[in-house]
């Protein structure tokens, strides 16, 4: 018990952003669109207490979130992602370890003190937090991962608990555990609670008292884990450096069908360069492109089509990827088919210290440098400045059938001229 597990996770994360940048609807019911303003996919929490369900799409409630006065905003992964690097950077130099789990998740690990107690620090933790970034947290302490995510749920659900409790001080935990569905311990997905309610087993309690060789005969060494960490038995550590990205989708709607070659080659050279400089981020390299399109689902003539190439030499080049890319549109291009969706998904990928190249290609070698020194450039410059403020001229697209984000929100904490200025006399 002298090592505690940490779970950590922002309140209605998207919502908080929105409100911390604009005070006016702090408190207010508030819902975040998806890509192309289509459906809710956020709340604030007054918006869940006004009864607004998560994944309506937009159109249907146009009327009634304007009725219940409640403000709308597209969403804004810039503002999300450049925030959630401000929390981990701070939860990092307050935690021992820190694994950051999703854009506002992270599992820590803390000793605990002489008492046993980690509530002050916890408090502490909340209130540094929001002092500084703006955000709510909820943390959850647990003697393992499944445990503290436990804890996490219940520290949010009791509001006397105000965002923190700790699990691991109490001996006897089936009055917490019998309250928590099945289908909400972490790591039990959707398959594996059909399983288990069939067999009678409905919530986290029964789950960690059921007989493990019969969790083991079906699902192996993944059930035993779950089922361990539920008893207290830490299985699953925390792990500072998360593993490295198996591939990069880059997928978007348009805000109107799209129907010629030449605007979907404009849309999927767009998304390549996108991935292919998350690609050098990450010091990656690939060695399959697979680009993919379709129509609306419920459409008459729908259409769905993809295309995949090997590449023989792993790279990260963007000229490189463009031009494979490029290949495969004319493939999956069909005449007189409203697209309304296209994107591309980098495969097989790999560190880039490894990299083979052809040796007797002085050529070859040459010009890869060039490409290169290319790719660093751009690369610099948009991290400096704006994220396509240089960009190759095949990736234009017409603003019109851009993504529709009509409700963004107009300040930044990444833009300097969009933070807002304050006078005092
Ligand atoms: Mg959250």
Redesign the pocket.
């Known amino acids: 018990m002298s090592k505690a597990i940490i779970q950590i ?5 998207y919502a908080s952003c929105e409100q911390m940048i604009d005070p006016s609807i702090k408190g207010k019911g508030l819902v975040i669109l998806s890509n192309n303003d289509g459906c809710i996919i956020a709340r604030s929490s007054e918006a869940r207490k006004m009864g607004i369900p998560m994944g309506t799409p937009y159109f249907k409630l146009k009327k009634k979130l304007k009725q219940l006065n409640i403000a709308v905003r597209s969403s804004n992964y810039e503002l999300y992602g450049d925030i959630s690097n401000r929390l981990m950077q701070l939860l990092r130099k307050n935690c021992e370890e820190l694994e950051i789990y999703s854009i ?2 992270a599992f820590g690990t803390m000793k605990r003190p002489k008492d046993k107690c980690l509530y002050q620090w916890s408090s502490n933790l909340r209130s540094l937090v929001y002092q500084n970034i703006g955000i709510p947290i909820s943390i959850g302490i647990g003697e393992t991962k499944v445990l503290s995510k436990i804890s996490n749920h219940i520290a949010k659900k009791i509001e006397r608990n105000s965002g923190i409790f700790d699990i691991s001080i109490i001996e006897n935990k089936d009055y917490y555990l019998n309250q928590i569905e099945v289908d909400k311990v972490w790591g039990v997905g959707k398959k594996m609670s059909i399983w288990l309610k069939g067999r009678g087993i409905n919530n986290a309690r029964e789950l960690r008292d059921m007989p493990s060789n019969q969790i083991n005969r079906k699902y192996g060494v993944v059930g035993i884990r779950i089922q361990n960490e539920l008893k207290g038995k830490l299985c699953i550590p925390v792990k500072e450096i998360s593993s490295a990205k198996k591939e990069i989708c880059v997928s978007r709607s348009f805000a109107y069908p799209i129907d010629t070659l030449e605007e979907l080659n404009q849309a999927i050279c767009k998304y390549v360069l996108i991935a292919s400089a998350k690609l050098r981020r990450n010091n990656q390299l690939l060695s399959a492109i697979k680009i993919f399109t379709t129509t609306n689902i419920n459409s008459k003539d729908f259409y769905k089509s993809e295309a995949t190439i090997q590449l023989n030499i792993p790279t990260s080049n963007s000229k490189v990827i463009l031009e494979q890319s490029l290949k495969l549109t004319r493939k999956i291009f069909k005449p007189y088919r409203k697209l309304i969706k296209a994107g591309v998904i980098l495969h097989k990928l790999q560190g880039n210290q490894y990299k083979q190249i052809p040796i007797f290609d002085e050529r070859s070698i040459q010009e890869k440098f060039r490409h290169k020194t290319l790719d660093n450039i751009i690369d610099n410059i948009n991290k400096r400045n704006k994220s396509d403020t240089l960009s190759w001229g095949s990736s234009t697209i017409k603003k019109e059938w851009e993504p529709r984000r009509e409700k963004l929100s107009y300040l930044k904490t990444t833009k300097i001229e969009r933070i807002p200025s304050v006078f005092a006399n």
């Open positions: 996770d922002g309140n209605n994360f506002d998740e």
